[in-house]
């Protein structure tokens, strides 16, 4: 299942504070997360797919790099959205 224009919505709302605000770093770590779990989810029915689990290495990649910048840049936002998405324990 794709991410639906609703859900996205929600995400943005939620992450970003506004609906305007998608650009924040925030924001894309939870979109992408919520992608990842979708992603993760349509693997486990069909395993042999290779594209979509090199689409999915993908946005574990951009999640990651842009998880390492907000780290670097702010931490308590980066502490606040691990807990909020039950990133790393």
Known sequence: MSVTKEIKTDIINQF???EKNTG?????????S?????????????????????????LVGKRKSLVAYLKKTD???????????????
Do not use: N, W
């Open 75 to 89: 931490i308590g936002r980066y502490r606040k959205v691990l807990a909020d998405l039950d990133l790393r324990k």
């Open 16 to 18: 970003g504070g506004s």
């Open 24 to 32: 924040q770093t925030e924001v894309q770590i939870a979109l992408f």
């Open 34 to 58: 919520r992608r990842i779990s979708d992603l993760t989810g349509h693997l486990k029915l069909h395993p042999k797919d290779k594209h979509s689990r090199h689409g999915l290495l993908k």
